[in-house]
């Protein structure tokens, strides 16, 4: 779906038509449930987060500037959510539902593949599981949400400074329980910086 | 590639991995939430019995379809003109509810009152027009037709045997107004037939109804725009620059759903036909009244910004930081009249917050542009909550009053 496209969803929503709604839900759907599962670790949580965001979004579509993209103010509604579930429970807990009856893994790993990715998805979760909510929510964020410290802090609520201490923070914790190959934490200034926030910081 | 960036590269890839092959491309998500969004914003007596009283704020009455929001048009219209006529002038009507107007018991201006609960609410002041109603008959007003505002454009497209005519427009830094009305059809049905405008200009602006508008059908209104014109107001993504002269486009097309006497709609051809209206007319200044009021009411402080005042809508830009602004979201109620069984006290949410205030617009229900004079405005309480249509899980009291002048227009 193209920009205009979701424009045009979003001049339907906030004329009431449900009908908008759709459309946004078709593109974004996905990706807010994965999102939100990366955050609180339960896929029936992060299916509800989704859908309770969606109806946000229908409530909240008055106050949003349609000349901004919908995904980045529809995403800060998920993570807050996340955030939100996740601080309220004691403890993150991911259920091994990665072998599941649904299909979750691709269909024909061989058996070394399948205990490799197996290993590898415990280490990614076990490491998200060590984070505070709030770190775990800006991770998603910059990582899988693929957005800007400048959009984080902009559609986040919190302020630049927070963002960045947060990812700081989460990097050091991950680079620790992952190993130096992902997310180490920049020696030197912001070797990191995505080529956005120096146009943004310009 | 750097070091650095690679990681980056990396961690994204295993986050999506990972959470590709936890959470699958599954099924069609639509009718999950289109249930969900039914069943949540059904009528309060079919919820009731389910999940215990909440506020009656109406998303069923949200029209889903242009055939449902002329209707809800229609319904409200009747409402109004009943209110009219047996009230008085809109002056006086306006003058009453959200604006803190004089009340019996009351004294000038304070329009303080607790919320009342929702049956009690349910009789009190019914058949006042609602914002809808309102806004229309706004632009009926003596001011508005005497200042000359707008522009008569009478400008025709034809398509078929259907002819659009663009009516009249008015401009200013933060409204533009459109009056339309289309003929030809065997059965109007109350809606123009048209999909809904998309307006352009020079500026590069992006235009968005804000949802006070509607088909007139009311005979009140008829000499000024026509039978069956259509109102649309549209808000600026950003405020337009005043001038004698801006130029705007105006692009629709023939409803394709939109019915004929043998039912058959208009037909893939004629309805894919865009019709366009270039015009330009004169930018006005927008009446920005300076309040700068701040009132403290249970350790919330609550500031009154500005009040932005055309004859289009007037809006309210409201600051104010509540506790757990992150896990809620926060609604400032007013005072306000109902039409039978709904609410319309919460002050319509407009604006993404301002920077670096975070202050917010919300319109008002009531013209303050042909009510020159003093006006307070309360916000009663303010209400969080974490989903939409549920029953608040905080309320904090005011009331938070806030009074000024507005002047002639």
Sequence with gaps: MGGREEREAVARLKRGEIGGLETLVRRHHLRAVRAAYLVVGDRGLAEEIAQSAFVKAYERIGSFDPSRPFGPWFSRIVINDSITVASGRKKTVYLDELRGPTGLLDPEPGPQERAERSDEERRVRRALEELPPAQRGAVVQRYFLGMSEAEMAQHGGAPPGTIKSRLHAARRSLAKMLGPRLLATPAVGRADQDPREAKDAR | ?409
């Design chain 2, 1 to 409: 590639m750097p070091a650095d960036r690679e990681k980056k590269v990396l961690t994204e890839k295993e986050l999506r991995d990972y959470a590709e092959r936890a959470v699958p491309a599954a099924e069609d998500p639509w009718p999950a939430i289109r249930q969900r969004l039914q069943t949540e914003l059904r009528p309060e007596p079919e919820r009731a019995s389910a999940s215990g009283p909440e506020r009656s704020w109406p998303p069923q009455l949200v029209p889903s379809t242009p055939l449902g929001y002329a209707l809800a048009v229609l319904s409200v219209l009747i409402l109004a003109v009943g209110a009219y006529a047996a009230s008085g002038p809109v002056r006086e009507l306006s003058r009453q509810g959200l604006l803190g107007g004089p009340e019996p018991g009351h004294g000038e201006g304070s329009g303080v009152e607790e919320q009342p609960n929702p049956g009690e609410q349910g009789h009190e002041r019914q058949g006042v027009p609602d914002q809808w109603a309102e806004d229309l008959l706004r632009w009926n007003t003596p001011e508005v037709r005497e200042a000359n505002l707008d522009v008569r454009l009478n400008e025709t497209r034809t398509v078929g045997r259907i002819t659009v005519a663009l009516e009249r427009a008015y401009a200013d830094e933060g409204n533009v107004v459109i009056v339309y009305s289309t003929s030809g059809w065997d059965n109007q049905e109350g809606h123009s037939g048209l999909a809904m405008p998309t307006l352009s200009d020079e500026s590069g602006a992006t235009f968005e109804s804000v949802g006070n508008s509607g088909m007139v059908t009311d005979p009140m209104r008829e000499s000024i725009v026509g039978k069956d014109a259509t109102i649309e107001v549209l808000e600026p993504s950003e405020k337009l620059e005043a001038s004698g002269r801006h130029e705007f486009r105006l692009r629709t097309q023939l409803d394709p759903s939109h019915g004929t006497s043998d039912g058959q709609g208009n037909g893939a051809t004629e309805a894919a036909k865009t019709l366009t209206f270039d015009f330009a007319i004169p930018v006005h200044e927008l009446d920005v009244i300076d309040v700068g009021q701040t009132v403290e009411a249970n350790e919330i402080s609550m500031t009154l910004d500005r009040v932005e005042n055309s004859p289009a809508r007037s809006q309210a830009i409201l600051c104010f930081d509540p506790p757990q602004d992150e896990k809620y979201n926060w609604l400032p109620l007013t005072k306000r009249p109902i039409i039978n069984d709904f609410f319309l006290n919460e002050l319509l949410h407009r604006t993404e917050p301002e920077e670096p205030t975070g202050c917010v617009g919300y319109d008002l229900y009531s013209s303050l542009y042909d009510n020159p004079g003093a006006h307070s405005i309360t916000v009663t309480k303010i209400e969080g909550r974490t989903r939409a249509y549920t029953k608040p899980e905080e309320t904090i009291s005011g009331p938070w009053t806030f009074e000024f002048e507005t002047p002639e227009p």
